[in-house]
């Protein structure tokens, strides 16, 4: 509330967080310094998890380092859902090798919607 509008995305690769304004609140969201792998099960499809504060406690140091006001601030709502990162942290993009004209485009490792464009063409090409 109160808040000036617009508000900038705000991304620091030191700290591996980002806040950005979402609605009427501020989305906190950060990346694990060694995450946690997890098979999810097949009916697992536009699920999400509980979130695991503990975890995300490493993600609110940075927060509240690089945005002190967050301290003070309510929670509304969390959202955990599962990310598709590579070990190389490169997509995988081409021909399937076990079914002959199947080509892929995954692992994007949250850089869906700006690789999506290029990855697209040069998989048409």
């Not at 999400?48 to 993600?59: C, I, S």
């Not at 076990?98 to 995954?106: I, K, P, R, S, Y």
Request: proline share 7%; charged share 20%; glycine share 12%.
């Amino acid at each position: 509330r109160g808040r000036a509008e617009p508000l900038p995305n705000v991304r620091d690769h030191d700290l591996s967080i980002y806040i950005k304004a979402q609605g009427d609140a501020l989305a906190l969201g950060g990346y694990e310094q060694n995450p946690e792998f997890a098979v999810a099960p097949r009916d697992f499809a536009f699920s999400l998890y509980d979130l695991d504060w503990e975890t995300f406690g490493q993600n609110l140091e940075g927060h509240l380092a690089r945005c002190p006001v967050v301290e003070s601030a309510g929670v509304k709502s969390t959202v955990c859902g599962p990310e598709s990162f590579t070990p190389d942290h490169k997509a995988l993009i081409g021909p399937s090798p076990e079914v002959e004209g199947l080509f892929l485009a995954c692992g994007f490792n949250s850089m869906g919607m700006m690789l999506s464009g290029g990855a697209g063409r040069q998989l048409a090409e």
